[in-house]
Structure formats: C-alpha cells, structure tokens
C-alpha cells in the first residue's frame, strides 16, 4: 500500500542539518513548480537559492549575504501543496529506511493445522501474525473475513491469515459459541486470544472498529503512511 508520489514527482536529496534541510526544500520547491506560471525572475532566483554551493565565478556577495526583502516574499509566498507534498516524501522515505521485516498486502488462507503453526513458529520474529478462525455460516465472521482484507492492504507489515474451524485439527476446541476467534502471534508468542470477538463490536461493524479495537491492545504497527500519503494527497488536489 505504499504506493510512491505521483508520477514525474522529483527525487529528494536529502541534506544533514538545518542548512541542508532548508536548500533540499527549496530544490523541492523549484522542481515541483509550475515552470510556465512561475516568473523567470522568481524561477532564476528560487534556482540560485536552492543551490548551496557557491560558483566559482560568482560574484563578490552573491551568496555571502542577507536575505533581500524579494528573496524574503518568496519563501513566505503561499505553497502549501508544494510544502504537504514535501514533508510526505520525506517520511515516506524515512519510513522506508527504517522498515524492518517482509511485507503483506493480502490474507492468507491457511488450509491445514501444519500450516497454522508453521506461520506462528516460522514467521519473521518482527513480524505480527494475526489469524482469524471461522466457520461458513456463523454470525460475524464473513463480515470479520471483508474487514481482514481491506486492514491486509493498509498494514503491509502485519500477516493477515484465515483458516477454517475444521482445518485446524482441533475443531473441537472452536465450536461455534466461540467463533470467530482472532489470535495474534509475535516471535511465536501469543499476544491475544479472542474468543467470539464480535460480541466486543455492534452488529453491523467494519474494518475501522476492528482496527480500533487491536490498537486497543497496541497490537497493530503504526499505520504504513503509504496509505495517509494517499489519503492526503487527495486534499491537495
């Protein structure tokens, strides 16, 4: 779901910082302009301050002074989707670096109680692994089914996976008074065991109250923001 800026958005060079972090703006700013709507005389001069490096041939005070009142007015000009669209793509790619761990966008359907514990046992250890128990025909757990597909596409980071009451080899033990049951895993580790989960949600419920309900607990990752990008970029169209 971490789907990249727009197209033709421009590559971000990130500098160390204050100094760096204002000239990467400003870069980012000149780029993502409007070329044709923005004056030569305000393009010319965004591109001379975007530019840190001082030229060999540049004259005597070029950069070695004070902001002028002209330079001053276009920082401070109205850009705020330039700015929005900045600050996403840097935590975009922050939080690309600092991602650990493989990546799921979709359910897994788990067809045998073998497989259910090789997803616990083998998964990678920062990997949260949630698993929905169901049966065909029981209140809630179709409605739990949609919801695990559209929270799979917005925690990439989270192993979303399903299995039949019967596949498990331990049918027994999930009648269906107890269904549908949610079991969250880390490192093997049980972290949550909920029986008939939802008996804790309104009849109608929807992916939103079973997200809210696991942060309850703080059993999901903060949300990708591939998802807010998009969400956001929407507002700044």
Avoid at 44 to 60: G, H, I
Avoid at 155 to 169: E, N, P
Wanted: proline share 4%.
């Amino acid at each position: 779901m971490s789907d990249r800026m727009v197209d033709e958005e421009p590559v971000l060079v990130t500098h160390t910082g204050p100094k760096g972090v204002i000239n990467d703006w400003r870069k980012f700013k000149l780029e993502s302009m409007d070329q044709e709507v923005l004056p030569p005389s305000k393009r010319e001069l965004l591109r001379q301050m975007s530019s840190p490096q001082k030229p060999k041939d540049a004259c005597v005070g070029g950069f070695n002074r004070k902001m002028s009142a002209q330079e001053y007015e276009l920082i401070k000009e109205d850009d705020e989707k330039s700015l929005r669209k900045y600050r996403k793509q840097c935590m975009q790619e922050m939080h690309e670096h600092l991602s650990f761990g493989p990546k799921f966008e979709t359910v897994y359907d788990l067809d045998s109680g073998e497989a259910f514990l090789e997803v616990i046992e083998k998964e990678h250890r920062l990997t949260v692994v949630v698993v929905h128990i169901y049966k065909d025909g029981v209140k809630g757990c179709d409605a739990l089914n949609s919801c695990m597909d559209c929270l799979a596409s917005e925690y990439t980071s989270v192993k979303f996976c399903r299995i039949r009451a019967a596949a498990t080899g331990a049918s027994e033990r999930f009648s269906d008074d107890v269904l549908p049951t949610l079991l969250v895993y880390k490192a093997g580790e049980l972290l949550g065991n909920f029986l008939a989960v939802t008996q804790h949600f309104n009849e109608e419920f929807f992916a939103t109250d079973v997200e809210a309900f696991l942060n309850e607990y703080g059993l999901l990752p903060v949300k990708e923001c591939g998802a807010g990008v998009e969400e956001d970029e929407a507002d700044v169209e």
